[in-house]
């Protein structure tokens, strides 16, 4: 189960005016709780005037080799967000020495290492992710080869952009780099504008064998992974090869549908024990399951981390929005508690699954 544990801020790193890198230094005790799969991400946490905020940062940093020692720090990008409680903090307050309640890894938005070619396009800091992946399988796999294809405002508001020109240099023959900036021309490369489906659909082939990608990672704004989505699965390329991190979220929930049964019971098993209890009117099965255990694991409730993923045992749901569960995860019987509503008197959840 996901645990936080406090630890300290080693390093803060300005990447630009709006962003921070933050580099956590982990007991040695606590190593193996925090090792990591290139592409997963930590939650932290703090307490604002007796409310809780949760807030989901990838970690930028190379995950650790599977017979070697867990890490010893964890580095993550943050980015400003207008009116984020815990960005806000981070980029004016946070300083080396504080210490963060951060939660240990999770996230399937990941890459084992293997033999092959793979790609990625991401906008903003949809890199964070992408760079642990990178940096991971070239290193350790020398018959890989990553193209990287990222779009940004401008060369100013690029985080990470010292980190990936190293890798261009350490793997020149391996590492593809094409950069796009929507609001600036660049001298060489390609015309600016945004990266859309259309701009894309012509881009891919022209850049790679898009048939030959064993898998495609897609990291941004909702806008940006669902173009590219579509442009490469109007490429030939199958869904199954297409993995998904989406930033950014800012959509309405549908309306509560009429069918919900008037009273509902939600049971749920979280670390090996399990309880039943009533869900009160327009309550989500996480928040349910919150009032009674305290334990329960999530990040964003925003359906867009996966940290609440749950096993449907019994009984149907009905999820506001999912942006983080792979299309065979829901078809396996998967939800996300955050967003899932009962449309039966009864529901079983197993977050241990």
Known sequence: MARFHPLRVAAVDRLTDDSVALTLAVPAGLREEYRHTAGQHLALRRVVDGTEIRRTYSICSPAPTPDGEGPRTLRVGVRLVDGGAFSTYALKEIAVGDELEVMTPAGRFTL???????AAIVGGSGITPV???????????????FCLIRSDRTAASTMFLEEVADLKD???????????????????????GRLDRERLRELLPALLPVADVAGWFLCGPL????????????????????????????LTPPPATTNAPAHSTVTARLDGRAGSWPVRDGESLLETVLRNRADAPYACKGGVCGTCRAFLVSGEVRMDRNFALEPEETEAGY???????????AVELDFDR
């Open 131 to 145: 760079l642990s992946i990178v940096s991971t399988l070239l290193a350790r796999e020398p018959g890989a080869r």
């Open 223 to 250: 806008g940006l992974v669902q173009g590219a989505e579509r442009a490469l699965r109007e490429t030939g390329v199958p869904r199954s090869r297409i993995h998904e991190e989406i930033f950014h979220v800012d």
């Open 335 to 345: 939800v996300l508690a955050c967003q899932s509503h009962p449309l039966t008197e």
């Open 112 to 118: 084992d290492p293997a033999p092959g070619l793979y």
């Open 170 to 192: 350490r793997y020149p023959q391996r590492l593809q780099l094409v950069t796009v900036l929507s609001r600036e021309e660049q001298q060489t490369g390609l015309p600016s």
